[in-house]
């Protein structure tokens, strides 16, 4: 099989890689501190773990976020490997998910950013109101090779989930261009951890008489989930 | 006023000790940044490989928006208001070994341009610092050290030249040899041995050789008056 000289760079551990693990202090875990020092790709490691006073929990990460991004020469990186407090990583990680040189990998609890498609994608910096889902978005709409995990994270921590944070889950899927269905059809795909996840619904609907500002991710979020139900909804007639 | 304080570790994953995290993430002063160092180096000496490992470390990082550095090593622990009590002494540098010290960052910058020597990361720190004047004080409050595996040969043998070059005359270094250990081993020998091979070998000195040889020649006569006394 062909390598490419990123790949053979990730194997011979010449990719310079940015970890920022943002957690309260009580939240980071000892597991998660190993097994982000312990990459068998060697990493340069930032815990941010100073209380902000932001209102919403997902702007707190992402000034927390960019607050550590203005203390680091960024173009020393290749990656940045964004990892939450209570999530354990297994060795290879980084390794196995930079198979393919991906733009972006993963979301959520632990992602993989390239530096340069970052600086070109979003400017260097983190949405200040929006974390991981339009970091994917937006680099879906600029064509990068957003994947994800080839090797999961082992363990995602499950903390209670707070209503406040919901409510803002919901009114940030109405701005970022979900339809109603698409935001339904989440709820409802798996049973829901706990009955606080209807607040996502029901702020998304507040949200749509409402009308906030809407992202400028979208009209491409929209037409793309109104496309695959389109093809849903035909294939669902064919089989009839 | 509110410091900011930018943490780092120099450490192996397999060196660090899980109660330092903790106890830098629980100071009841909050640090901005903790940043591990997990970098492995191939050098000879472990000076060479702790230097460079925090220097490449600091490349990586905007220095000058932080107002303290504290540099602690990965088998050190420190109490809760380790850093609330070290920052009243309101000195440049607070701690004279590596272990743990509180470093004053304009300082750092204007002294050191914001790089660790290679000869010793922390012992020149504190001899330079003092030899332009700028305030060095011991830590307020003890980190402490739970180091469990011992030091290889070659770190003594490093250890005796280090004290040379950077001045040190025969009594402090067999003050610091000796009296700065809980026990003495045979491999403390081998520092009084090194300094001595490298007094006759006449390695070149540091450029604090000088003032620290005259500051602890003084530091003699004034304890031989107060004797007298």
Known sequence: MMTTAAESAHEDGRTRVLCLVVSLPQRLTRETVWSVIGQSIPNFTMFLTKKSKLPSLIQRIADAENEGLSHVNLSRFDYILKVDGDTVLGKDFVKNNLIGDPDVVGGGSAMLIKVSAFNEVMNGKFYAECEDPYIRLKFQMAHKKVRGYRDPPLYVGNHPLDVRYLVDLGWLHYRLGWTPIHVASKMFKKPPDSLKEIFIVLSYFVACLTRPKKMDTFGFVRTYQIRSLARHITNALWRV | ?229
Do not use: W
């Open chain 2, 1 to 229: 006023m509110t410091y900011r304080i930018l943490c780092i570790v120099p450490s192996l994953p397999q060196n660090l000790n899980p109660k330092t995290v903790q106890s830098i993430l629980n100071q009841t002063y909050p640090i901005e940044i903790l940043a591990i160092l997990p970098k492995k180096i191939n050098k000879p000496t472990i000076n060479d490989r702790i230097t460079q490992v925090l220097n490449d470390g600091l490349a990586n990082i905007n220095l000058e928006s932080f107002d303290y550095l504290l540099r602690i090593d990965g088998d050190v622990t420190i109490p809760s208001n380790f850093i609330e009590e070290n920052l009243k002494a309101n000195a440049d540098c607070c701690g004279k070994s590596g272990y743990a010290m509180l470093i004053k960052v304009s300082t750092f910058l204007r002294l050191m341009n914001g790089r660790f020597n290679k000869i010793s990361d922390d012992t020149y720190l504190g001899l330079k610092f003092m030899k332009e004047g700028a305030k060095v004080v011991d830590l307020r409050v003890r980190a402490e050290h739970s180091s469990t595996t011992a030091h290889p040969l070659s770190d003594f043998i490093l250890r005796g030249k280090t004290l040379y070059k950077v001045g040190y005359e025969p009594i402090h270094m067999i003050h610091a040899v000796l009296l700065h250990v809980h026990y003495i081993t045979l491999k403390d020998c081998f520092t009084i041995l090194t300094y001595f091979g490298s007094v006759i070998k006449r390695i070149p000195k540091s450029d604090v050789a000088g003032y620290v040889f005259n500051y602890q020649i003084k530091r003699l006569f004034r304890l031989r008056k107060l004797c007298g006394e």
